[in-house]
């Protein structure tokens, strides 16, 4: 008689599901990455596979879960090591960290682009609200911190510049990154003002948000 899995081994499975699929969809996209062609890689069932993952969608909410815990993670280390922060050096941080981040080509990036448009629509309450309170819990970390280098910084302006941060970065790199057949009409009649630096714009916008921010702040005080 087959023993049933363990909790432990139950997660250590998801996880290897997930860190295969994770792989697969670094050369593939969300519409051409099949749960069968996951389920073969991982060497389960596709009932095994929807068992651990309800949904592709799920699946690829949690590839988002891990991206931005790497991310998270990294921004604090970061940040250790940094003493007391006036504004402007606030700004350099937090567009350094940010420049880190603009790769089109990124996994972070990737996904955070079909979230709200893609993944957020096929997922069960269980993920959504998973996914609510490990953000609202890691904004809270890092603002604490945060706040302890920058006395002029609240958690909820963070959560703000936080959120700020990902409209311009999924909003340029939805500009940015073009179909194949607009490269080609770009390329043919030499229309190349359509394209669009999607590191310096992001850059660039973020900045003036953060001293629009600023400004609007000192003049609230």
């Not at 432990?8 to 519409?31: D, P």
């Not at 309450?125 to 609510?132: F, H, L, N, P």
């Amino acid at each position: 008689m087959k023993r049933a899995m363990t909790e432990t081994a139950k997660a250590e499975k998801a996880k290897q599901i997930l860190q295969i699929a994770t792989e697969m969809y670094r050369g593939s996209t969300f519409e051409a990455l099949k749960m069968s062609s996951v389920a073969k890689a991982a060497n389960v069932s596709n009932g095994t596979l929807f068992f651990y993952y309800k949904t592709k969608e799920i699946l690829f909410m949690e590839m988002l879960f891990l991206e931005y815990e790497k991310r998270f993670d990294h921004l604090l280390d970061l940040l250790r090591p940094c003493g007391k922060m006036t504004y402007e050096q606030f700004k350099a941080f937090f567009l350094g960290e940010m420049d880190g981040l603009l790769d089109a080509d990124s996994l972070l990036i990737r996904l955070s682009v079909i979230k709200s448009t893609v993944l957020e629509k096929n997922i069960d309450q269980e993920t959504a609200v998973k996914g609510s309170l490990y953000l609202h819990d890691s904004f809270r970390r890092i603002a604490e911190a945060m706040m302890e280098k920058a006395d002029f910084l609240s958690a909820e302006a963070f959560y703000e510049l936080m959120l700020a941060q990902n409209a311009i970065i999924v909003g340029y790199v939805n500009m940015a990154v073009l179909p194949q057949a607009i490269e080609e009409a770009i390329d043919e009649h030499g229309l190349h003002g359509f394209r669009l630096d999607f590191r310096h714009s992001a850059l660039t916008a973020m900045a003036y948000y953060l001293d629009g921010w600023f400004a609007k702040r000192g003049s609230s005080t």
